[in-house]
């Protein structure tokens, strides 16, 4: 039986992703709203919401991924309220439940905070930033969605997740396995990945606009900013004759996992690097075309 891979567009994804941003600020200097917009968006912020946020940065990253298994199962497809309030009816055996479902551990106190801390700091964050912000996420996603679901039908799914991710090779071992593709909008150009027992989400990042004519293509600008640095370019270089794992990768480079991750994102969206999954080790290649297509947009832009 061949991968199953599913597109599920929802603005659910975008209130855990962009909470979630906020509070721990991971990946903050590599997506493109970048840190001024977690600064613009808590000067806007009542004093009892930031408090809240500050409690829940000390909090474990993995309870977002209760989270995701949630909204996997959510009841409405779009309707965020109805979400919260799934949320805040579920039961302890209902998370039990779902989180065997979907392998994860069952910890009480994770369970607690979601219904005491989480639901109601993200009914603030819908009502105060979401919903008011939409006209700047909702039609992005939506479209990038309607592309995807248009390439279904002229793709088969490993090359869907590839074109979706920007160079996500996807060959996990389990036939039966399901990948559910979900653009995001506030982590472009980041990719993030929540791997389940029988399912892996996969939030990718939804296309995002060229810019004006007056300007270069924020595709090339990404391209020659991310040659601008000696580790990435000794990244490059280092995988340029066969594939390498991460962590071979990370000894290679002598360098701390979260330093290489952020090479790696910035290689990933540029389009210079290929990274194959196969639901337990990433092995990161040099894309070819990637070389070539630095060489082709800037004569393009140069010479219109």
């Known amino acids: 039986m061949a991968l199953q891979v599913r597109i599920d567009c929802s603005p659910v994804y975008e209130l855990i992703s962009s909470y979630m941003l906020f509070v721990h600020r991971k990946w903050i200097r590599n997506v493109d709203l970048g840190v001024s917009w977690s600064e613009h968006v808590e000067q806007t912020m009542p004093e009892a919401f930031t408090s809240t946020a500050a409690v829940l940065k000390q909090a474990s990253i993995h309870i977002f991924d209760l989270l995701y298994a949630a909204a996997l199962e959510r009841q409405h497809p779009h309707d965020i309220p109805v979400f919260l309030d799934q949320l805040e009816e579920m039961s302890e055996a209902d998370w039990k439940c779902l989180l065997r479902s979907y392998g994860q551990p069952f910890r009480k106190k994770h369970v607690t905070m979601i219904k005491e801390l ?5 009914r603030m964050w819908n009502e105060l930033y979401l919903e008011p912000s939409s006209t700047n996420w909702e039609s992005p996603i939506l479209e990038d969605a309607n592309e995807k679901l248009k390439l279904m039908y002229k793709m088969n799914p490993r090359e869907l997740i590839e074109v979706a991710t920007n160079g996500v090779i996807f060959n996990h071992p389990d036939p039966h396995h399901e990948v559910v593709l979900a653009p995001l909008w506030h982590y472009r150009p980041i990719n993030m990945t929540c791997a389940f027992e029988k399912t892996t989400l996969i939030l990718y990042a939804a296309h995002a606009d060229e810019s004006d004519e007056a300007g ?12 601008s640095n000696e580790v990435r370019l000794q990244i490059l270089r280092s995988i340029a004759d066969e594939p390498l794992t991460f962590s071979q990768l ?20 540029a389009g210079y690097i290929q990274t194959y999954w196969n639901g337990e080790v990433e092995k990161i290649a040099l894309r070819q075309e990637g070389l070539s297509d630095l060489s082709l947009f800037l004569e393009n832009y140069v010479r219109p």
Do not use: C, D, Q, Y
């Open 216 to 227: 270069p293509p924020l595709s090339l600008t990404r391209m020659i900013s991310a040659l």
């Open 118 to 122: 989480f639901v109601p700091a993200l």
């Open 250 to 269: 990370t000894a290679h480079l002598n360098l701390g996992k979260n330093a290489v991750k952020h090479h790696l994102a910035i290689l990933r969206a």
